[in-house]
């Protein structure tokens, strides 16, 4: 089995090819280290008043790698992509509202 020394080298095709095993066992140690820091961070009291915003971004920051790298995003058109991304935006929007709402963050503390 040959792996390619380039990161996006082109197939004979004039398409990507796909990331090699090493590129997968990267992304696969990134998230493992981002799930770590997930679970430190909840116990770091000094974090509280930016928990939720911390954890949102690192959870967004994971599926991102896991939809292009793992779900082969990367390698498909941009509006694909754009499907996955697009419904997350919005979930974390109404997220953060419902939050807000309900009292949920701390530094918005009446």
């Not at 040959?2 to 004979?12: D, E, F, G, I, Y």
């Not at 896991?66 to 082969?72: D, E, N, P, S």
């Amino acid at each position: 089995m040959t792996v390619s020394p380039a990161p996006h080298p082109r197939s004979q095709n004039g398409e990507h090819s796909h990331a090699s095993v090493a590129t997968y066992v990267k992304i696969a140690i990134v998230l493992t280290v981002v799930t770590a820091l997930e679970f430190a961070v909840i116990y770091i009291r000094t974090l509280t008043p930016i928990l939720v915003p911390l954890l949102l971004v690192m959870s967004a920051g994971k599926f991102a790698l896991v939809a292009l790298f793992f779900m082969h995003l990367r390698y498909d058109k941009p509006i694909l992509s754009t499907l996955f991304a697009a419904p997350l935006i919005i979930a974390i929007v109404v997220i953060v509202a419902l939050m807000t709402l309900g009292d949920a963050f701390l530094i918005f503390e009446r």
